[in-house]
């Protein structure tokens, strides 16, 4: 069975726009896991936008399943992470601009610091994946500097407006999987994923883990967040049936 892994980065994004107490993503994460999530994912970025320290401080002894923590390979966070000790360490690009993550990390262009960050996570005995394109070339650099899996992002197929260009991004998808799986990489895919567009992804040999974030929070916003990871695992669920 697929895993699902609930990004709740934006359950923080309401909290600091009034820079309140509330929404609290601590509790968030606990909702979460009641409507059947496999793992609560968080990204602490260094402009601190959504997700605040005190948050992953807390999150780490209440998530019973994986915690996966997303950060860039900087210091100061890798620094983190290996005091906190997540489940999992996913490294992902980032940039002050941008308003969510833009793309796959270039392991290939910053692979100095991104081996240096894969060594000090595992030193302290976290799991490191990397958030790449599905280009074989960063899956194949990613390996070598140490990660054990990797999150193929998702965006080309999820803001595809052609069904020509949806299969075609469907399948550089099919074809990263399994570059990732003759690497002996675990396979995890996420960015952009919805309860509509999720069936042919749940399809992919390989496919371990979707880590999804915005459309759940946008369905629970409505429906309450139990409700709305439910119906995300039951959508995974039936995909991954037919």
């Known amino acids: 069975m697929i895993r699902l892994g609930v990004n ?11 820079r309140a107490s509330e929404p609290d993503p601590v509790a968030a994460a606990l909702l979460a896991m009641l409507g059947g999530a496999d793992g ?14 005190r948050d992953v401080r807390l999150l780490r002894p209440i998530v019973t399943q994986r915690l996966n923590l997303e950060l860039a390979a900087t210091e100061e966070i890798v620094a983190i992470a290996c005091e906190i000790r997540p489940d999992e360490a996913t490294l992902v ?10 793309g796959g990390l270039d392991v290939l262009a910053n692979q100095d ?20 394109d599905p280009d074989a ?24 407006h052609t069904a020509e260009d949806r299969a075609r991004q469907l399948r550089m998808l099919e ?15 996420g960015h ?4 509509t567009n999720i069936q042919p992804i749940c399809k992919i040999a390989g496919l371990e883990e979707l880590n999804i974030g915005h459309s759940i929070i946008s369905r629970a916003v409505l429906v309450g967040m139990e409700r709305a990871v439910r119906e995300m695992k039951e ?8």
Do not use: W
């Open 192 to 195: 952009g994923l919805t309860y």
């Open 113 to 132: 610091a991104v081996g240096k960050a894969i060594e000090r996570l595992k030193a302290a005995n976290i799991e490191v994946s990397v958030f790449v």
């Open 40 to 53: 609560i994912t968080v990204h602490l970025r260094e402009d601190r936008r959504h997700i605040q320290d």
């Open 175 to 189: 074809d990263a999987a399994l570059c990732s799986k003759e690497q002996g990489l675990h396979l995890h895919m």
């Open 137 to 160: 070339i960063q899956i194949e650099r990613a390996r070598s500097l140490g990660a054990v899996a990797v999150e193929i992002q998702t965006a080309g197929y999820s803001e595809a």
């Open 8 to 18: 709740i980065d934006h359950v923080a994004t309401v909290r600091q726009a009034r």
């Open 235 to 242: 959508a995974i669920r039936n995909a991954a049936a037919r």
């Open 93 to 102: 690009p980032e940039r002050r601009q941008e308003v969510t993550t833009e």
